[in-house]
């Protein structure tokens, strides 16, 4: 785990903490080829320079968003609001966290992407990629 992921998981608390921990190994293991950094404040997977998925802490607790989750068509996935396309959903115990359900949607994020890589030089506009 890169030392940024690490530094940003142990400054969480308790439960917030080992969500963070799992996820983080858990997108580690099933996006190896991937880019993943601390962007925004938080860490991001990245493919081709374009986000899809990451995590951050709310008050509610640990938010898992996929940039292009809304896509998806995943009940267990809240879309975001707005023109975008993300979808998110929000733990606050590791227990939670439906490893067969992250798989799936990690696999979904490889196949459906929404452009937000470049989304300022389109003034604002999402364009799908896959």
């Known amino acids: 785990m890169k030392p940024e992921i ?3 998981n142990e400054n969480q608390k308790g439960q917030e903490r080992e969500i963070c921990n799992f996820l983080a190994l858990q997108l580690i293991m099933l996006l190896p080829e991937t880019e993943y950094k601390i962007w925004h404040r938080h860490p991001v997977w990245f ?41 998110s959903i929000i733990y606050t ?21 929404w452009d937000y890589k470049n989304i300022y030089k389109r003034k604002g506009k999402l364009e799908r990629l896959s």
């Open 47 to 87: 493919i081709n320079e374009n986000p899809i998925v990451g995590y951050s802490k709310l008050k509610a607790g640990i938010r898992l968003m996929f940039w292009s989750g809304a896509s998806f068509e995943e009940d267990k996935l809240s879309p975001g609001t707005g023109k975008f396309m993300d979808a």
């Open 6 to 8: 690490k530094t940003f």
């Open 93 to 113: 115990s590791k227990d939670e966290i439906n490893t067969a359900d992250l798989a799936r949607w990690v696999e979904k994020a490889k196949k459906i992407q």
